[in-house]
T-cell receptor, first 110, second 110 residues
């Protein structure tokens, strides 16, 4: 079983719709969680951290469910510019090393 | 000013050749990394250096040799290149959980 698993997609979503995807992690001792965004042929960039209480940044909402060991990302009122691959990232319990999911590809259609 | 810069951006070379990729960061971060992203888009850590000291060395062929002359630089030398080495190689630096990536080096071995 992979340490961090994501549905690779692609998710094809019409502009303006709400889309959500999850990521599961295997190590219950994982401490920190993030969503990164990677555009085609570009480097990953931090989208948002994920806090235990859930957090929101504009149209983006991240949630953490420690009991079921998953994190989620919700995008409301999706824009064409949201098209990208969204990478779920989890830290190893023992150090700051990041464990990366393979990403979920999102395509927003006009 | 580019925070993490890596060169070259593209590298096309023949099997059996030796090549180097350079990385420099001006963020004052203590830790630097090399990641490999293959055709399946999975981002996998190769090496990590903290203040010039190797702290992570994943299962990577010993044809790959990192070198960190100072904490702002982490270079990657690859000997006897093979077809399977074709991928995008990302350099990154971090201070705790704040990762910044370079724009990547697309290596194609022919």
């Amino acid at each position: 079983r992979k340490e961090v698993e994501q549905d690779p997609g692609p998710f094809n979503v019409p502009e303006g719709a709400t889309v959500a995807f999850n990521c599961t992690y295997s190590n219950s001792a994982s401490q920190s969680f993030f969503w990164y965004r990677q555009d085609c042929r570009k480097e990953p960039k931090l989208l948002m951290s994920v806090y235990s209480s859930g957090n929101e940044d504009g149209r983006f909402t991240a949630q953490l469910n420690r009991a079921s060991q998953y994190i989620s990302l919700l995008i409301r009122d999706s824009k064409l510019s949201d098209s990208a691959t969204y990478l779920c990232v989890v830290t190893k319990a023992s150090n700051y090393q990041l464990i990366w999911g393979a990403g979920t590809k999102l395509i927003i259609k006009p | 000013d580019t925070a993490v810069s890596q060169t070259p951006k593209y590298l096309v070379t023949q099997m059996g050749n030796d090549k180097s990729i350079k990385c420099e960061q001006n963020l004052g971060h203590d830790t630097m990394y090399w990641y490999k992203q293959d055709s399946k888009k999975f981002l996998k850590i190769m090496f990590s250096y903290n203040n010039k000291e190797l702290i992570i060395n994943e299962t990577v062929p010993n044809r790959f040799s990192p070198k960190s002359p100072d904490k702002a630089h982490l270079n990657l030398h690859i000997n006897s290149l093979e077809l399977g080495d074709s991928a995008v190689y990302f350099c990154a630096s971090s201070q705790y959980y704040g990762y910044t990536f370079g724009s990547g080096t697309r290596l194609t071995v022919v």
